[in-house]
């Protein structure tokens, strides 16, 4: 059974910094492709980051790139989202998520892309 697990959320000032980890588990992680969503109060979910099984693919949204950064350790099961100059509509619930291949297809931003999904953690920013 597939597991992951996000920790690292919590509550922090406008233009403070966060880093966001998800440990998986039940699946060779190396292989497949991880990323990022989130959902805000009453939006629907939104397509972060993602980064491909090896690294050299990376692709971000328009709203966090310059802030944010994916990255990935194969040995520890983990990826990572490193989050730099928060801004109070970074808050939601973060998500992570892994792909259904190594790298990510031509509609990354999808939620329905993604085979499995975390319960989340939040991320909340204040102004």
């Known amino acids: 059974q597939v597991q992951l697990v996000e920790s690292g959320g919590g509550l922090v000032r406008a233009g403070g910094s966060l880093r966001l980890s998800c440990a998986a588990s039940g699946r060779t992680f190396s292989i497949y492709a991880m990323g990022w969503f989130r959902q805000a109060p009453g939006k629907e979910r939104e397509f972060v980051a993602v980064i491909s099984y090896n690294g050299g693919s990376i692709y971000y949204a328009d709203s966090v790139r310059g802030r944010f950064t994916i990255s990935r350790d194969n040995a520890e099961n983990t990826v990572y989202l490193q989050m730099n100059s928060l801004k109070p509509e970074d808050t939601a619930v973060y998500h992570c998520?892994?792909?259904?291949?190594?790298?990510?297809?031509?509609?990354?931003?999808?939620?329905?892309?993604?085979?499995?999904w975390g319960q989340g953690t939040q991320v909340t920013v204040s102004s």
């Open positions: 998520v892994s792909d259904r291949s190594s790298y990510p297809s031509g509609k990354y931003y999808l939620p329905t892309e993604y085979a499995y």
